[in-house]
């Protein structure tokens, strides 16, 4: 019998608690803290920011949770689109990004958009793993147990890394670099799609 921890739907009355620990998790991520520098700024709004832009996967019962939500992973399936929350997410960067940041901000979220599949699929906005609990395999379990869905129903996933260093880990669960995003002043962003199996 395995000792490994189990990933479980978090319940929308932990939808704060699954977001923290994206917060946790995207504290030293490139391009969230390029978008917001500021400690203050970031622990301040970027759980209502990450909930603009994943948020819909609570509704749709697959944002997931390990550990006691060691690490969390908010999936967005097919039918559940975030298209609606686009306008959240602007508004939502609007009151924390600099002004003479913001059009440049935009820019790479257009970017990101334009390699979104036009297929059903996947798409996976945000995982992480809280920095306390890292070097587990907590992100390999999220990513295995919602790929096994995607693999039941025969469909593609995608995702951006929005951090060179997890690219590999993307890499090993069968994702393909589509392209790079990048502006003037911004990190790199790694567009990945997974075929259907």
């Keep these: 019998m395995s000792d490994r921890p189990s990933v479980e739907v978090v319940a929308v009355?932990?939808?704060?608690?699954?977001?923290?620990?994206?917060?946790?998790?995207?504290?030293?991520?490139?391009l969230t803290r390029w978008m917001m520098p500021k400690a203050?700024?970031?622990?301040?709004?970027?759980?209502?920011?990450?909930?603009a832009f994943g948020g819909a996967s609570f509704d749709?019962?697959?944002a997931f949770q390990i550990a006691d939500f060691g690490g969390a992973a908010l999936w967005i399936p097919p039918g559940h689109d975030h298209d609606d929350g686009d306008d959240g997410v602007s508004e939502g960067l609007a009151q924390v990004v600099s002004a003479d940041r913001i059009e440049e901000v935009g820019?790479?979220?257009?970017?990101?958009?334009?390699?979104?599949?036009?297929?059903?699929?996947?798409?996976?906005?945000?995982?992480?793993v809280d920095p306390h609990h890292q070097g587990r395999g907590l992100g390999?379990?999220?990513?295995?147990?919602?790929?096994?869905?995607?693999?039941?129903?025969?469909?593609?996933?995608?995702?951006?890394?929005?951090?060179?260093?997890?690219?590999?880990l993307y890499?090993?669960?069968?994702?393909?670099?589509?392209?790079?995003?990048?502006t003037e002043n911004s990190p790199p962003v790694h567009p990945m799609i997974r075929a259907a199996r």
């Design 140 to 168: 390999a379990e999220l990513m295995k147990y919602a790929l096994a869905r995607c693999d039941e129903e025969h469909l593609p996933a995608y995702l951006e890394s929005s951090n060179p260093a997890n690219i590999s």
């Design 60 to 62: 749709a019962g697959t």
């Design 171 to 182: 890499e090993r669960h069968g994702f393909e670099i589509m392209g790079r995003i990048q």
């Design 13 to 30: 009355a932990e939808r704060a608690a699954g977001l923290n620990t994206i917060v946790a998790a995207f504290a030293a991520d490139p």
């Design 40 to 51: 203050d700024t970031y622990l301040t709004h970027a759980a209502a920011v990450f909930d």
């Design 107 to 128: 820019s790479v979220l257009e970017q990101m958009q334009s390699y979104h599949p036009k297929e059903p699929c996947w798409y996976l906005p945000l995982i992480g």
